[in-house]
Every structure is written in structure tokens, then in C-alpha cells.
């Protein structure tokens, strides 16, 4: 294949990625662009943007906390240096709700994009419902740690990156009290459904950082 | 990045044109794209004009207010840790001196470095980019300009909060880089390092907040054709700054929320007791702090990249390399952290590969400065104020890269370690790298920013006045470190011999005081006096924020330019020329493809509201609170949650008129 090939055709493919599915036309010297979208999905949005701005921010401050885990394990000569593992009941039971949260968080994204606002409402009621229950089990978790944050450097790692996932988990639910609220007040702009389907983008960012989270916490101590 | 996705490829019929209110149905639609003067222009003029009343003035999101608040406040806070670096040079001027006690001084250098990194160098860094970026891209706002809003009152919440502790004896006195376990719960007393924490926490807060309103802004918000390839180097400089203040920032709020939690909690990450590591620290420390330099380095060279090819009257030479060169210094930056730590119980051999990155960071740098001597060999020099202060950062920048050789070498940086020779090479690198870039930058964007041109006489006695000062300041430093002088100490006996030079540098800092008086003068005249009104491109320039009136409208353009070079003010006439079909009536903007920026969608910026300003003041009550109070810590976050709440909640009337002009995707 040619160079040249290649060229055409990824300029035919980048023609047809072109993002606005209604163009912007030319009018004598002017780009006219008044039939463009007001708003748009996914990488489109802004708010995709700052949202994977968060993500990185707090994915940073995850991925050194992990690092901090270890670094400690390393220079430890007794790991846990006080108290035991932590048991492994409620921190499976959240893995698995939180996994299975991914569920109607999918299915409330798939509505915002859909803009269909009765399923929005729905999957958002579920996605709540979740996100209780994950609070409630993430207290049990801290009850189940089986050390103090005070009684050494293990215990305050352990209780430090809980409450940091648990923090992440606590304002995402939040917002989607707040979003499902949103929904009730008129009118509903189209970019709420950008903010909704975002906001769900943002609840699979606190589902796949609590598997690694998950392992150290509950496994770094055991092998 | 510029596939669709799930997207429908065909426009979905128009199901909310029903529910539309009727009353707002009335007003007739007004659209941009005609220049000053024009029907849409005024319509315009009306919509971007701020909220009369103090709330309307805490309310403004506009990038410009912001900017211009951000680079005043800096300069505020640096002109009182100058100040206190006036009094440390005063103190050490003479042999055995205490007109300062030991307790003071070590408030006053603690609180020198803490205000000139954190309250002066990044947030003057990203006022300026705040400022320039959205005129230099071609759009209306930044992205998020609430957000940035926010982080305005932060930053100067927590800089007063700063001063207040200092004004009570409660400043912080371990260092700017408040090492444990002299700032740790055990060493630390009262509340001065709690102070330092919140600050930290504050500081970088506000940094990432905007790092990402840029970051997206830069994406997301550039003119139609203003492709990555066209995109200005000042741009690129900002957008490396952004993402690496993203990815370096959250390490020292983590690091400073880790000490506040063995403060107050009696965590014991960082006690060895317990089985923490005070070292452990020292890395996340210096692991944010070396890019820190960096944050503070690339927008000074976006500045200089700015600055030259203006002045030299042609495009720069070798544009790719430079952009190439700022990426690759962003990413070696990451690799440095360790030459911070040459004199801890490191592996020996880690400490030379941290060397070798030291080093490596040279070339890029040189490949930049090639490309700049290149481009004044071929241009036509016009010697003005900005310009004197380009050719100052590079003398004083190469001598601060020379002693830098010098310290990334295990061995030298030992027999140097904590002397006045580090304080000579990092005041020679920051000034040099930085100050002498940002009196350029102002020089060269404030007829822009007010209207009005600085004086160059006064400039020019500013600019050699400045130059002298700062090498006679610092040079001897230089000599008193290969001497054996030590940083941080208060005092000194004559028999050291160390007099003489530190009366030197105490005469180098009576000028720059000098220097700065005579700038401020320039500054007060030109603002309250000069009558003379600067036009919209004084300096013949060649980027986009100079198409637009000094100072520029609340909006910025009347009609988005559409952009086909990397000057477009220099390029023959387009075919196209600019972007028509806005809304003037409600704040918009036009999003364009992240590669290509070619037209993607409209967008309507947020409208200001006053509930960034409540936000980050209960954030502030949180935190101080916090630091007396553990349930303080918990409580207090309620404030805040209602406060982002309120801001996101919407606005009926705004949401209406809006509708009028969605369109689904």
C-alpha cells in the first residue's frame, strides 16, 4: 500500500468523522454555523473534557496512594506493622454491587444520549438505590478494617485510601440526587442530558479504581 | 479522538420547538457575525455586559477580569514576599547582626519562598494564560470560566489567610518546602504548619481548577482552522503547562492532606516510630516540586516565543521544534524529582540516573534557544522594552542552566548542598527564567490589556536598573556558597569573612528596589495619566489577540475569526475570513474538533453567577475550621456541597432562553 493511499484514506475517513452530523456551510466570506448542535455527547462536550480532567487529577492521587501503600509495605519489617487483614466479607459484597451498578449506570447514559427523559428518570432512581446501598455496605467496611487509622503507619494508609474512594463514591451519589432533581425542574434543557450521561461517564471511573483499590486494601495485607 | 461514536449521524426532528416559552418567542433573533458597530455588535456589547452592584462584581466569570485579578493579586502577594526578602538581605547585610530574631527570620524565609512559588509564580502564570489564551485562540470565554471564577477567590482567600497567620506569629518556619519532621506533629508546634497545609491545599486547588479550564479551552474553544499545527507557541506552552500541572499538583495536596492528618488525626505516614518515613515526603514533595519549576518555566518560554518573532519582524524559526522541545521538557520534568534529594540515603546508583535526566533536560532547552537566536539572526530587530527583557532572561537564564550542570552532579551538589550556592542557582533560574519573561510579558501585552502603551524611557531604566540588581543581588551568593555560607541561618560571625560579599548583595537588592519603584511609577502614570490611546496592534504583531481592540470588547470578537496561518495578521487575505450565525443574545461560542478545529458545535458559556464566590468562601470557613477542630472537618463540608449545589442548579430564565436557541445533535 502506498503512501499516498494511506493519506486518502484517512482523509476520506477523517471527512466522514467529521463530528457536526448538520455542517457548517460558507456564506461569501463567512462560515455560517447557525444550524450547528447547541451541544454534543461524549468527547464533543466540554464537559467531557473537565470530567476526564477529574478523573486524571484524582486518578493521580489514587495511583500515588497505592504507591504510598507499598512504599510503606516495603520498609516495614511486619506488614500489617499493627492490628490484622481486614475481613473480606463487606469489601466483596461492595465489589460486587459496585460491578453490578455499572448495570443501570449504562442504561441511564444510554437514555441521556437517547435523550428519552421517563427512562432517564428510572435508571437514575436505580442508580441511587445503588449508590445507597454501596454507602451503607462502605460504613460496614470501615467497621470490618480491624485497625485504627492512629495505631501505625498501616492502619492510617489503609484508612486514608478507604476514605478516599468512600469520598469519591459519597459526592457521585450526591450528584445523582442532584441530577435526578434536575430532571423535575422545567424546562429541561438538551445539555442536562450531556451533564447526566457525564455524570454516569464519571460513575465508571469510581467503579474501576475500587478493583485495584479493592485488591490492595484487602489483599496487600494477606500475601 | 474524532469518531462519533453512538452519535446519530442525521439530525433528529426538532421535538422541543413546542414547549418553547412564548414570551421570550417575541424577541426577535439576533445573530453575530457583522463587525463593530453593527446591529448584532451592540446586541452583543448587551449581552456580555456584566451585572451592575458589588454582587454583580464578585459575580464575574469573564476571562479577562479574571486574568487581570489574578496577575494583580500575584503581584500584590510579591511585592510583600519582596519585601521580606529585603529585610533577610537587610539582616545578613552585616556581621552578627539581630535586628531580626532567629524565630522571625525563619517565618520570613519560610514565608518568602511559600508566597513567590505558590501565590505568585503559578498564579501569575496562569492569569496571563487566562488572559492571552481565549483572544490568542479566537474565542469568547474559556470553557469553564466559573470554575475559574472559583479558584480566582480561593487562591486570594488563602493568600490573606497566609498573611493573616504570619501578621499573629503563626507563619510557617520549616522551609517553603515544610520538611518533616520539623513541620510533623512532634516538631511542629502551635499551628503554624496547619497553616502551610491549608494553603498548599488551597494553592493547588486552585491551580488544577484552572489548569483544567485552560486545558479544555485550548481543545476545545480554538477558531475554525486554527489546527494543532497553526496553533501559537504561547498556546502550546500554556496547554503543556496545563496537563502537567494535572498530573503533578494533586501529589503535594496529597503529600500536604498526609502531614495535616498525622497533625491532626495522628496518622503516622511520615513518623518512623510507627512505621512511617519521613522521606517518604520528601518525594511526594519534590516529585510535584520539580515540574512546579517547570509550571513556572514553559509559559515564561511561551512568553519569549511570543515576544521574538514580533520584535524580529518574521515568523520563528523552526515553530515544530520549539513545540516538540516544550512537550519533551514537559515530560523529563517528571524525571528530576531526585536531584532534589542527593544528600538523603539514596541508592547510589539512582542518584545517577536522576544526573542523567538533569542533564538531559539541556537539550531541549538549547534546541529552543537556537531557534530563537535563529530567528533574530534572520529578522530585523526592533529594540523596545519587551525585547531588552528577552535579551535579559537569556543571560541570566544561562548562567542559573550553568550552575545547574553544576548541581545535577552527585558530587558537586554535596560539597554545595543547603549553601548560598543552591539559593544563587535557583534565584538565577526563577528570575532569569522567569521574572525577566514576565516583565517582558507585560510590557508587551499591557497596551493590550489597558489601552494604553508603558513608557519606554522609564522602561528602559526599569529593564537596566532590574538587570544589575539581580546579578549584583545574586552573584556573590555564588561565592559565599563555595565558601561555606549556609542557607537559613539568621546570623553570622565576622570571623567567617562573609561580610563584604553579603553587603554586595545587600546593595544589589537597594537597586532592585530602586528598579521596581521606577516600574511602578511607569505603571501609575501610564494608567492615571497618559492620555494617548494605543491602537490595536502596536507592536506590528502578528497573532490574533491583536485583530481586536485595545482593550478588547466584553466579547472579545464580534465574529470568531476563521483562521488559515500561524499569523493570521500577517498572511494575505483568506477566502474566508470569519464565523457568522451566533447568537448575540445569549453568551455563545463555537466548540471546534480537538486536531483539525474544524466548526463542531455551538456553545452556550455559563452566565455569572455569585455562587462561585459563596463556594469558595465556605470551602474557606471548611478549612479553617478544620485546622481548630476535627468534627470541624466533617461538618463543615455541608456549606460548600449547598453552595455547589446552588451554582449548578438551573436557572429558569437562563434555561429558557436558551431553549430558544438549542438545537439537537
Known amino acids: 500500500m502506498g503512501a499516498r493511499a494511506v493519506n486518502d484514506r484517512q482523509a476520506a475517513r477523517r471527512r466522514e468523522a467529521t463530528p457536526a452530523s448538520i455542517p457548517a456551510v460558507r456564506k461569501g466570506d463567512a462560515l455560517d454555523v447557525s444550524e450547528l448542535p447547541s451541544y454534543g455527547f461524549a468527547h464533543r462536550s466540554l464537559m467531557w473534557w473537565g470530567n476526564a480532567g477529574m478523573m486524571t487529577i484524582e486518578g493521580v492521587a489514587f495511583g500515588f496512594m497505592v504507591v504510598i501503600y507499598f512504599y510503606l509495605r516495603d520498609i516495614a519489617r511486619v506488614w500489617p506493622d499493627a492490628g490484622s487483614p481486614p475481613d473480606l466479607l463487606w469489601g466483596t459484597v461492595n465489589l460486587g454491587v459496585i460491578l453490578a451498578s455499572a448495570v443501570p449506570n449504562y442504561l441511564a447514559q444510554k437514555a441521556a444520549q437517547d435523550r428519552s427523559l421517563p427512562r432517564v428518570r428510572t435508571w437514575l432512581y436505580v442508580c441511587s438505590l445503588f449508590g445507597i446501598a454501596l454507602s451503607v455496605v462502605r460504613w460496614f467496611e470501615f467497621t470490618a478494617l480491624n485497625v485504627r487509622w492512629d495505631d501505625g503507619a498501616y492502619g492510617s494508609v489503609v484508612w486514608v485510601l478507604l476514605g478516599f474512594h468512600s469520598f469519591n463514591l459519597v459526592t457521585d451519589v450526591l450528584d445523582t440526587f442532584v441530577l435526578t432533581a434536575v430532571t423535575y425542574s422545567k424546562p429541561v434543557e438538551g445539555k442536562r442530558f450531556v451533564d447526566i450521561a457525564e455524570n454516569c461517564g464519571y460513575w465508571y471511573f469510581v467503579v474501576l479504581t475500587w478493583i485495584p483499590i479493592y485488591a490492595v486494601i484487602y489483599f496487600g495485607a494477606r500475601v | ?665
Open chain 2, 1 to 665: 479522538m474524532e469518531s462519533v461514536g453512538a452519535l446519530p449521524s442525521r439530525p433528529r426532528p426538532r421535538k422541543r420547538a413546542r414547549t418553547r416559552s412564548a414570551a421570550a418567542a417575541h424577541r426577535p433573533m439576533v445573530r453575530d457575525g457583522d463587525g463593530p458597530g453593527s446591529r448584532a455588535a451592540e446586541e452583543l456589547e448587551r449581552t456580555w455586559q456584566e451585572k451592575p452592584g458589588l454582587v454583580g462584581w464578585l459575580s464575574i466569570n469573564n476571562h479577562k477580569t479574571l486574568g487581570l485579578r489574578f496577575v494583580v493579586t500575584a503581584f500584590f502577594f510579591a511585592g510583600l514576599a519582596g519585601v521580606m526578602g529585603g529585610l533577610m538581605r537587610h539582616q545578613l547585610a552585616t556581621a552578627n547582626s539581630h535586628l531580626l530574631g532567629p524565630d522571625f527570620y525563619n517565618q520570613l524565609f519560610s514565608m518568602h519562598g511559600t508566597t513567590m512559588m505558590f501565590l505568585f509564580a503559578v498564579p501569575v502564570m496562569q492569569g496571563f494564560a487566562l488572559y492571552i489564551v481565549p483572544l490568542m485562540i479566537g474565542t469568547r470565554n474559556t470553557a469553564f470560566p466559573r470554575m475559574s471564577a472559583c479558584a480566582y477567590w480561593l487562591y486570594l482567600f488563602g493568600g490573606l489567610l497566609l498573611f493573616g497567620a504570619f501578621a499573629t506569629n503563626t507563619g510557617p518556619d520549616a522551609g517553603w518546602f515544610e520538611y518533616v519532621p520539623l513541620a510533623g506533629p512532634q516538631y511542629g508546634i502551635g499551628k503554624r504548619a496547619d497553616f502551610w497545609n491549608m494553603l498548599v491545599t488551597y494553592s493547588e486547588a486552585m491551580g488544577l481548577m484552572v489548569a483544567v479550564d485552560i486545558t479544555t479551552t485550548i481543545l476545545k474553544l480554538r477558531a475554525p482552522g486554527m489546527s494543532l499545527r497553526q496553533m501559537p507557541l504561547f498556546v502550546w506552552a500554556s496547554l503543556v503547562t496545563s496537563v502537567m500541572i494535572i498530573f503533578a499538583m494533586p501529589l503535594v495536596m496529597l503529600g500536604a492532606n498526609l502531614v495535616q492528618f498525622d497533625r491532626m488525626l495522628g496518622t503516622h505516614f511520615f513518623n518512623p516510630a510507627e512505621g512511617g518515613d519521613a522521606l517518604l515526603w520528601q518525594h511526594l514533595f519534590w516529585f510535584f516540586g520539580h515540574p512546579e519549576v517547570y509550571f513556572i518555566f514553559i509559559p515564561a518560554l511561551g512568553f519569549v516565543s511570543a515576544i521574538i518573532p514580533t520584535f524580529a519582524r518574521r515568523p520563528m524559526f523552526g515553530h515544530d521544534a520549539i513545540v516538540l522541545s516544550l512537550v519533551t521538557t514537559g515530560f523529563l520534568s517528571f524525571g528530576l524529582w531526585v536531584h532534589h534529594m542527593f544528600a538523603t540515603n539514596l541508592p547510589e546508583l539512582g542518584k545517577s540516573f536522576f544526573t542523567a535526566m538533569s542533564f538531559m533536560i539541556a537539550i531541549p532547552t538549547a534546541l529552543q534557544i537556537f531557534c530563537w537566536i535563529a530567528t533574530i539572526a534572520g529578522g530585523r530587530l526592533v529594540m523596545r522594552t519587551p525585547f531588552l527583557f528577552v535579551l535579559g532572561f537569556f543571560f541570566v537564564l544561562m548562567i542559573g542552566g550553568l550552575t545547574g550542570i553544576m548541581l545535577g552532579s552527585v558530587p558537586l551538589d554535596l560539597q554545595v548542598h543547603d549553601t548560598y550556592f543552591v539559593v544563587a542557582h535557583l534565584h538565577y533560574v526563577l528570575i532569569g527564567g522567569a521574572v525577566f519573561p514576565l516583565f517582558a510579558a507585560l510590557y508587551y501585552w499591557f497596551p493590550k490589556v489597558t489601552g494604553k502603551q508603558l513608557g519606554e524611557t522609564l522602561g528602559k531604566w526599569h529593564f537596566w536598573l532590574f538587570f544589575i540588581g539581580v546579578n549584583l543581588t545574586f552573584f556573590p551568593l555564588h561565592i559565599l556558597g563555595l565558601e561555606g555560607m549556609p542557607r537559613r541561618i539568621y546570623t553570622y560571625g565576622a570571623e567567617t569573612g562573609w561580610e563584604p560579599l553579603s553587603m554586595v548583595s545587600a546593595v544589589g537588592q537597594v537597586i532592585n528596589d530602586v528598579s521596581t519603584l521606577i516600574f511602578a511609577i511607569n505603571l501609575i502614570r501610564t494608567v492615571f495619566f497618559k492620555k494617548e490611546r494605543a491602537s490595536a496592534d502596536p507592536w506590528g504583531a502578528g497573532t490574533l489577540e491583536w485583530s481586536v481592540a485595545s482593550p478588547p470588547p466584553r466579547c472579545n470578537f464580534f465574529a470568531l475569526p476563521v483562521v488559515s496561518s500561524r499569523e493570521p495578521l500577517w498572511a494575505p487575505p483568506a477566502e474566508v475570513t470569519h464565523v457568522q450565525g451566533l447568537s448575540a443574545q445569549i453568551r455563545e461560542g463555537l466548540t471546534t474538533t480537538v486536531i483539525d478545529a474544524l466548526p463542531d458545535t455551538r456553545y452556550a458559556y455559563p452566565e455569572p453567577e455569585i455562587w462561585p464566590f459563596v463556594a469558595a468562601l465556605s470551602v474557606t470557613i471548611w478549612l479553617v475550621w478544620s485546622v481548630w477542630s476535627v468534627p470541624g472537618f466533617v461538618w463543615g463540608l455541608i456549606p460548600p456541597a449547598l453552595a455547589f449545589l446552588l451554582w449548578y442548579w438551573p436557572n429558569k430564565k437562563e434555561a429558557k432562553e436558551e431553549l430558544r436557541w438549542e438545537r439537537e445533535p
